[in-house]
């Protein structure tokens, strides 16, 4: 299997690159990226547009930045090729130009492509379901102090899915030293730290009355995300048109 890795000098694209070169059914065919760099094991190109059409790829892993997004679609698309879009901070237009490009190629797109995180999320769902709303929820999202988003895009995803299994009548949080007031039960607090080198932290807290149950999960290394996002792009290559996600991999 071949694949375009675009944002190839990243750091998850370099987890990727390393991921990819103990499988013998995949190899990174070429990649994009802005900085121009020598690459001994494979082309590198600016633009997706500078690719030749000859070269054969099998399904894009981009893991660059938000704002590369129209430019993978456009490639994606002009070559009917799947999608595993691996980058978060994504806002409204760029998800609505993923779930249009899903009409002609399948996209597999992930706040995180951490199957333990995927499986945290779960669990989180099945709390909130059967502790509805006698307990306080907050979540609590710890990176590295080079992450540009906040909170993370796999807090705001927890989120959701909590807010989804309580019929959608939360609200977020995430500043409460602006106001000075009585929490209320409908809300979901999401905090986020930046610091040292975190690769990924995340907590959910539950806090009842006289108990708390807490469900986290802590990534150590990029590796686990890399290896999630070869794991997608296996899965899409032969998927028809369509948004996919991690939990059609668990």
Do not use: W
């Amino acid at each position: 299997m071949n694949i375009l890795l675009v944002g190839c000098y990243g750091k998850l694209a370099s987890a990727i690159i390393k991921a990819c070169s103990g499988k013998e059914d995949m190899n990174i065919a070429c990649g994009v990226d802005l900085s121009v760099k020598d690459n001994p094991h494979f082309p590198v190109f600016t633009a997706a547009n500078d690719i030749p059409s000859s070269m054969d790829i099998d399904a894009v892993i981009d893991c660059s930045h938000p704002s590369g997004a129209v430019s993978t679609v456009r490639f994606c698309k002009k070559y009917k090729k799947p999608l595993v879009y691996a980058t978060t901070g994504l806002d409204k237009e760029q998800m609505n130009l993923l779930h249009e490009l899903s009409k002609h190629v399948a996209v597999f797109q992930s706040a995180n492509m951490s199957l333990g995180v995927n499986l945290l999320i779960k669990l989180c769902k099945q709390a909130a379901t059967f502790l509805g709303n006698d307990f306080d929820i907050e979540i609590i999202e710890k990176h590295h102090n080079q992450k540009i988003d906040a909170p993370s895009g796999t807090a705001l995803k927890i989120a959701d899915e909590i807010n989804q299994s309580l019929n959608n009548q939360m609200t977020y949080v995430y500043d409460r030293q602006s106001k000075r007031e009585k929490r209320d039960k409908k809300e979901i607090g999401i905090h986020a730290v930046r610091g040292g080198n975190i690769v990924g932290q995340h907590e959910v807290i539950f806090a009842g009355q006289d108990e708390t149950i807490t469900i986290s999960h802590g990534a150590f290394s990029k590796d686990i995300f890399a290896q999630g996002a070869l794991r997608a792009a296996l899965f899409i290559k032969d998927q028809p048109a369509g948004m996919y996600g991690m939990n059609d991999l668990l």
